[in-house]
């Protein structure tokens, strides 16, 4: 199980940027993916997250309106569209999956067995 997470950049506040997670080893639509953030200093936290069975999504309020997480079944690839940026959303993003199909998903971090290995994302002018 690998997961690949890019698209990360420099962006000015109010840009636009999208991430991607690109899995290997397994069908990505068969298990929850959540995407994660963390900044110098804090703790890792959930950002997003879709389930396998239903697609439902997930958001953490500071993104909601913001961040849309979407899933490419034919690609193996689920994204993260991130509009609005703010420089409070800078940090290192990673993807991650627990590994389970389930009809639910949690933006928690130590729910989740598998991780890529981060793309940051710098919001600055």
């Known amino acids: 199980v690998q997961l690949q997470a890019s698209g990360g950049g420099l962006v000015q506040p109010g840009g636009s940027l999208r991430l991607s997670c690109a899995a290997s080893?397994?069908?990505?639509?068969?298990?929850?993916i959540g995407w994660f953030r963390q900044a110098p200093g804090k703790e890792r936290e959930g950002v997003s997250c879709i389930s396998s069975v239903d697609g439902n999504t997930y958001y953490v309020d500071s993104v909601k309106g913001r961040f849309t997480i979407s899933r490419d079944n034919a690609k193996n690839t689920v994204y993260l569209q991130m509009n609005s940026l703010k420089p409070e959303d800078t940090a290192v993003y990673y993807c991650?999956?627990?590994?389970?199909?389930?009809?639910?998903?949690?933006?928690?971090?130590?729910?989740?067995?598998?991780w890529g290995q981060g793309t940051q994302v710098t919001v600055s002018s």
């Open positions: 991650a999956t627990d590994g389970i199909p389930s009809p639910g998903c949690g933006m928690v971090p130590a729910e989740y067995d598998y």
């Open positions: 080893g397994f069908a990505l639509d068969y298990y929850p």
